[in-house]
C-alpha cells in the first residue's frame, strides 16, 4: 500500500463527514435489496392466489344469488298457474253444483199419476231457467221412465223405458248425484248424464242431459303467456276442453303424462314428489300447475313453456 492510500485510509477513519456518508448510502443499499426480494416470484404467487380466492368467493356467491332468484321466479310463475287453475275449477264446479241445485227440486215429489201435469210444469220450467240442460227425463220408484221433456226433440210421456239396472237409476237411489261419462254429439261440445233422486222413498229420479260448453270458454278465458295454455280432464285421463278442439274430438289421452299421474297419486294420498317440470302432450318442457274440479273427478291443469318462463330469468 502506498503512503497516498495509506494517509485517504486514515482521512476517511477520522473526517465525520465519510463516516455519514457511508451510513447514509448502506440503508439505501439494503431497502433496494429488500424491495427487490419481497417483489420476487414467491410475492406474486401470494398475490394471484389471494385474488383467485376473492374471485372464487365472489363467483360462488353470485352464482347462489343466481340460482335462488331463479328459483324463486319458477315458484311465483307455478304460484300464478295454480290460481289460474284453482279459479277454474272453482268456476267450473260451482255450474256443475248450481245445477244439481236447480234439478233437485224436479224430483221431490211423490210418484203418482195425478203429479204428472205438475212434473210436466217443472220440467219445461227447468229447461227456460238452465240453457245448458238439452233434457229432462223423469223415473219412477221402479225405474220406468215416464216422462221425457227436451229441447231438441217432441215430448215423450209414459214410455216406460227400464232403466232399473242401469247406474243412472242406481246410482242416483244411493243418494248421491250420479255424473256420466262426457260424450260429444256430432262432433260439437261435450255432454254429460246427471241424475238425483228425491228424498223421499216414493220420490222417483230426475235425469238431465247437461252441456258443458263451459269448459271450453272457460279454458279459452285462461291466458298462459305467448304458448302456454290450460286444459281439463275428466276421471278416466281423457281430454274434455283443450284449446285446440281437434285434440278433444279425438278423444286424447292425457293420463299417460307424468303430470296428470302425479296429480292423481296425490290426490289419492299416495306419498309422491311434487312434478313441477314435465313434458306436454305435444313433448314440450313445461311448467305444470293443477286444481281439482269438485264435485267432479275432473282436473284442470294450466302449463307454460319452461323455454318462455325462463327467458326473464336469463
Not at 47 to 75: K, M, P, W
Not at 101 to 122: C, H, I, K, M
Not at 182 to 196: D, N
Request: hydrophobic share 40%.
Amino acid at each position: 500500500m502506498t503512503d497516498r492510500q495509506k494517509e485517504t485510509d486514515r482521512a476517511s477513519t477520522t473526517d465525520p463527514s465519510h463516516r455519514t456518508a457511508r451510513s447514509v448510502a448502506l440503508p439505501g443499499v439494503l431497502r433496494g435489496s429488500s424491495w427487490r426480494q419481497i417483489n420476487g416470484p414467491l410475492f406474486r404467487k401470494y398475490v394471484a392466489l389471494f385474488l383467485g380466492v376473492v374471485c372464487v368467493v365472489l363467483l360462488s356467491n353470485g352464482l347462489l344469488e343466481l340460482g335462488f332468484t331463479y328459483q324463486e321466479h319458477r315458484a311465483s310463475l307455478i304460484s300464478v298457474q295454480r290460481e289460474q287453475a284453482e279459479a277454474a275449477a272453482a268456476k267450473i264446479g260451482q255450474f256443475v253444483r248450481e245445477i244439481e241445485s236447480q234439478v233437485g227440486w224436479t224430483s221431490q215429489l211423490p210418484w203418482s199419476p195425478q203429479t204428472l201435469n205438475q212434473r210436466l210444469f217443472d220440467a219445461r220450467r227447468l229447461l227456460r231457467q238452465v240453457p245448458a240442460i238439452t233434457w229432462i227425463a223423469q223415473l219412477d220408484p221402479s225405474g220406468k221412465e215416464q216422462l221425457r221433456v227436451s229441447r231438441l226433440a217432441m215430448d215423450i210421456v209414459g214410455s216406460k223405458a227400464d232403466f232399473s239396472n242401469e247406474p243412472v237409476f242406481t246410482k242416483a237411489r244411493d243418494k248421491r248425484p250420479y255424473f256420466g261419462s262426457i260424450y260429444f254429439r256430432r262432433e260439437s261440445e261435450p255432454y254429460m248424464t246427471m241424475a238425483l233422486a228425491g228424498t223421499r222413498k216414493d220420490s222417483g229420479v230426475s235425469v238431465v242431459e247437461v252441456s258443458l260448453k263451459l269448459l271450453w270458454d272457460v279454458v279459452s278465458q285462461i291466458k298462459v303467456g305467448e304458448g302456454g295454455q290450460a286444459y281439463v280432464i275428466d276421471a278416466a285421463g281423457r281430454l274434455i276442453a283443450h284449446p285446440y278442439v281437434s285434440l278433444v274430438l279425438r278423444n286424447t289421452d292425457m293420463s299417460r303424462l307424468p303430470q296428470v299421474t302425479a296429480a292423481r297419486a296425490a290426490l289419492a294420498g299416495t306419498p309422491a314428489q311434487p312434478l313441477q317440470v314435465a313434458n306436454d302432450i305435444r313433448g314440450r318442457e313445461v311448467l305444470a300447475a293443477y286444481a281439482p274440479v269438485t264435485p267432479l273427478d275432473w282436473l284442470v291443469f294450466v302449463e307454460l313453456p319452461v323455454g318462455e318462463a325462463d327467458a326473464p330469468a336469463r
